[in-house]
């Protein structure tokens, strides 16, 4: 504060001192001579004030700012101290706030750390379950190949799942397995009963299981390798076989009177029974031709579920002769029943007419005991003698 006030001192008294050498010359330039000596020698004792106060206003200034150097010495030595307590404040709080912060990291990092280790832990065992699995399921269609290249086992297999199928849908009655249509002649794989003109005389459907699989695989082959060619050959072959099983059923197993006038060639995977469906006509020729219907284990299993409706329904009608019968014999039993029930009747009647007979002569002895004195109860045994 002080050195402002010098500072401003300083200022104060250059401006004074530029004034008056203004008006010094300013009078010297219009006064007249007398006047302007007079003037003269005024502002030179004002001049000499002011160089006075200069010097007094310097040395005082010059004390001034050695005080306040020396305060600003003292000043900057508190804020040194201070400020180095501060910052050793600050470095102790940070290097607390480090170390927290490193342990909470720490902890954080450890947990994130083992749950992650973990996880990589369970995903290595699922994958490397999942890896067996696969190699299981490897071997398993390794195995299924093999069977499937096999024609007996081929064949076994397609009668297994036909054999399931009627299992599921029929009772072991309603078909019949290793059927032989003709005297010494082939056996169809199933054959299901169906009822005929007499009841003891039914008439079978022949099911044979066929899976032409090679041909089908090839046709596969070349519409997935774009080799429209080679497709329209393995087409044409899979319908000569598919033609080929069906004149086996029709000329093997369809016997009139003995089976129906058609059979069912069942196809046990569904891509081939649907591809058979996709080649034209292919179902229409084998139904005009040889007399032979083609299904699936979908379409099997809704044909045999309609002919165990029918099954119901043959047996409800042979059922309702018997049913007439047996109410017919109830209605006569019941007109007996009525007879019976008319003289029991009767004889109610006549046995509450004797009961009536009875009760009159029991009042009328009643009234003729009326005067004899009754007997004390110890005294009946003397006299009629003991009971029963």
Known sequence: MELVLYLVAGGTFAAVLLLVLVLQRLWALRLPPDRGAELLAHLGHLKADLAHQRQELASAGAQNFHQLHAMLGSHRDVLEKRLSAIQASTEHRLEQMRQTVDEKLQKTLEARLGESFRLVSERLEAVQKGLGEMKSLADGVGDLKRVMTNVKTRGTWGELQLRALLEDLLRPGEFEANFAPRQRGERVEFAVRLPGQAPDRPVYLPIDSKFPVEDYQRLVDALEGGRPEDAAVHGRALEDRIKACARDIRDKYLEPGVTTDFGILFLPFEGLYAEVLRRPGLVEK??????????????????????????????????????????????????????????????????????????????????????????????IPRVLGPPG
């Open 286 to 379: 084998l139904q005009v031709d040889y007399r032979v219907s083609v299904a699936g284990p979908t379409t099997l299993g809704a044909l045999l579920s309609s002919l165990r409706m029918g099954f119901s329904a043959v047996a409800i009608q042979r059922r309702s002769a018997d049913i007439a019968q047996v109410l017919g014999a109830v209605k006569t039993e019941f007109g007996k029943f009525l007879d019976v029930l008319q003289k029991v009747e009767e004889r109610l009647g006549q046995a509450q007419k004797e009961m009536g007979t009875i009760g009159t002569r029991s009042r009328a002895l009643q009234r003729t005991l009326a005067d004899i004195d009754a007997l004390p109860e110890p005294d």
